[in-house]
């Protein structure tokens, strides 16, 4: 049996004064699928950080097959077969699948024969229960195909023992349960042990044989999965019972109400200079939250950087209320269109900043924020203050670095900001990525609060539960161009995803 057995005993790590782990012991059997769920902050990058040796622990013990291992590197951690899968791909898009797997080995002989690597992986395919073919480009291959081409990968280098931080988030649901499947197949075979940290109860439901729940840095509840349920694991995370909040009564949008944002026959160019948005046009009216559904790569990003100035328009026009936009800093803050851009951390912060600098960064230069020619400290001080207590971020420290805080706290840092006033037009793509499910629901209730107070919203996600449950009309983008759009009341998810799904169907023909 191939698989590892993982013990990890008494491990802490502190940052400064705050003890990310503490005391945390777990066991994680050859051969099973074990989730560790815990709410934003609780430490689970941490604790896998660890073990994989980019941020070793400060105390305790790491045991593989029953043996104490010494895990200071990246390196150490792959030597003894323990591998690491990403949310976002890691595998070279301009490359093919066998250069890919090839090059993923490290040290590549100077006179590498192709024919006999190429003959040598289709034996290594060929013993898989899965498989992509060797020789296509790896752009062109779909989100659920990338991400079985990294667990193809982990397994070509011999990991025994594979962690998985928030596999599906890039994925459909279909391409989710099919991957998820794939993954739960390898470890009954008893080729890999895989722990696998996620936000959704569901995949924890149906694909991991055990639990260990983590809040504040602490174990607080394992169980094996057939003798739990989704409300016991939610309690152990946020510590209380879980409430679903009642979802508050809608107004329909005004017939009449004024177009806030108007799209004209957009073009946008992708970074390989062919066009990833083409000839696009869209209103979003006052109070409206249109959604946008796709698969991921069909010109979304493109669109979306386009609207926050980050990308040139090739032809057409946006407008905002009226006018003519151009996404300069002046006009953003003028006619308030505010963002909440995917990957926040990189697209939306400075990271070497304080949580009180980037909470700043819109109005740093309005006079509310200066004091005389240097900006107003205490000022920005009790703002951020303010916020991080409205949006519940932790810690809730306004001096410590952006990017010392959790993926999800983050993003509810740069909300915070993005909502501290009300605006005519947001601009949210993917705005709940990674966050735990209390976390999702809080800002799906801000996003809904900024459309009754008459904010246009214009709603980019990949999840379509997301936009049936917010956006009061879909429309469906496929390779660039808007091919559907509906009222989300009579949307159909089977019909969404039809035409979801029209680039790859057009790509097979
Ligand atoms: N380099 C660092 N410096 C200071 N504090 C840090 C650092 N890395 C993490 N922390 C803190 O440690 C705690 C645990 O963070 P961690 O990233 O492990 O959480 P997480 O469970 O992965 O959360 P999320 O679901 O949001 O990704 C957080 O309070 C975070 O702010
Ligand atoms: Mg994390």
Not at 64 to 71: T, V
Not at 184 to 210: C, N, P, S, W, Y
Not at 364 to 388: T, Y
Request: aromatic share 4%; glycine share 8%; proline share 4%.
């Amino acid at each position: 049996m191939a698989a590892l057995t993982l013990d990890i005993f008494r491990a802490s790590k502190s940052f400064g004064g705050l003890r990310a782990l503490d005391d945390v012991s777990m066991r994680v059997a050859a051969g099973s699928v074990h989730a560790l769920l815990g709410e934003n902050g609780a430490g689970k990058s941490t604790l896998v950080k660890g073990l994989i040796g980019y941020s070793p622990l400060d105390q305790g013990s790491i045991l593989l097959d029953g043996r104490e291992c010494a895990i200071a590197s990246p390196r150490d951690a792959h030597a003894l077969g323990v591998g690491m899968v990403y949310q976002h791909f890691t595998v070279a898009p301009g490359l093919t699948v066998a250069e890919n797997l090839l090059l993923a080995r490290g040290r590549l002989p100077w006179n590498i024969s192709w024919k006999k690597e190429h003959a040598a992986l289709a034996r290594f395919m060929d013993t898989m229960p899965f498989r992509v073919a060797l020789d296509r480009a790896v752009g062109g291959l779909s989100a659920g195909e990338k991400q079985k081409l990294e667990l193809l990968k982990q397994l070509y280098l011999q990991r025994r023992l594979l962690i998985l931080d928030e596999p599906t988030s890039v994925l459909t649901p279909q391409e989710a349960q099919e991957v998820l499947g794939l993954v739960r197949g390898l470890t009954q075979r008893g080729q890999l042990t895989v722990l696998m940290i996620t936000h959704k109860f569901h995949e924890v439901m149906a694909f991991a044989d055990t639990v260990t729940v983590l809040r504040k840095g602490k174990v607080v509840g394992h169980a094996a999965v057939a003798q739990t349920n989704e409300n016991e694991l939610a309690s152990w995370m946020m510590g209380q019972a879980r409430v679903a909040a009642a979802a508050a009564p809608r107004k329909s949008v005004a017939p009449d109400a004024p177009v806030a944002l108007a799209l004209e026959h957009l073009r946008v160019a992708s970074d390989r200079g062919t066009q990833a948005v083409r000839d696009l046009s869209l209103q979003v009216q006052r109070g409206e939250i249109v959604g946008i559904a796709g698969i991921s790569g069909n010109g979304q990003k493109e669109l979306v950087e386009a609207l926050l100035g980050q990308r040139r328009i090739l032809d057409g026009t946006v407008k905002v209320n009226g006018s003519p936009y151009h996404a300069t800093r002046e006009q953003m803050l003028a006619q308030k269109v505010f963002s909440l851009p995917e990957e926040p951390l990189h697209n939306a912060c400075v990271a070497g900043m304080s949580v009180a600098e980037n909470m700043a960064l819109r109005d740093f230069d309005r006079p509310a924020m200066r004091r005389g020619w240097r900006v107003n400290r205490a000022a920005m001080q009790s703002r951020a203050q303010k916020l991080i207590a409205a949006f519940n971020v932790r810690p809730p420290a306004p001096e410590s670095a952006i990017d010392t805080l959790s993926g999800g706290n983050v993003q509810r840092a740069i909300l915070a900001r993005e909502l501290s006033e009300p605006v005519n037009v947001l601009v949210a793509a993917n705005p709940v990525f990674g966050l735990d499910f209390a976390a999702v629901s809080d800002i799906h209730a801000r996003i809904v609060a900024a459309r009754e107070l008459g904010t246009a919203v214009l709603l980019v996600s990949e999840d379509l539960d997301e936009l049936l449950e917010l956006a009061d009309r879909i429309a469906v983008i496929s390779n660039g161009v808007i091919v559907h759009v509906t009222q989300a009341r009579d949307a159909d998810r089977a019909v969404l995803g039809h035409f979801m799904a029209g680039r790859e169907a057009a790509a097979a023909r």
